[in-house]
Nanobody
Framework: QVQLVESGGGLVQAGGSLRLSCAASGSIFSINAMAWYRQAPGKQRELVAD???????FYADSVKGRFTISRDNAKDTVYLQMNSLKAEDTAVYYC????????????????WGQGTRVTVSS
């Protein structure tokens, strides 16, 4: 089994910063793409940013220039540095990863974390 555990959420004032972390653990052979999604109340879950194993990065237009995604492959961890936060960034943030296990090294399975809540007060 593979687990993704997020941390770093909380309450912050508009204009502030937060850093989210997501650590993968369990039966891991390798990790391909890692990503952050978010889901605001009453809205669909949306992709915020993702990063490939080789470092290729995508950002949603709404966070470009304010958020930075990074990963530490040695620690199987992905980060999301969020600066200049806005009220509209309020959401539950979910970590997502494509993982291959030792029993099936060429098959990628998609995993989700349990989410961490970010609340930005205006």
């Amino acid at each position: 089994q593979v687990q993704l555990v997020e941390s770093g959420g909380g309450l912050v004032q508009a204009g502030g910063s937060l850093r989210l972390s997501c650590a993968a653990s369990g039966s891991i052979f390798s990790i391909n793409a890692m990503a952050w999604y978010r889901q605001a109340p009453g809205k669909q879950r949306e992709l915020v940013a993702d990063i490939s194993s080789g470092g290729r990065i995508f950002y949603a237009d709404s966070v470009k220039g304010r958020f930075t995604i990074s990963r530490d492959n040695a620690k199987d961890t992905v980060y999301l540095q969020m600066n200049s936060l806005k009220a509209e960034d309020t959401a539950v943030y979910y970590c997502n990863a494509d993982v291959a296990t030792p029993l099936a090294t060429t098959l990628w399975f998609n995993y989700w974390g349990q989410g961490t809540r970010v609340t930005v007060s205006s």
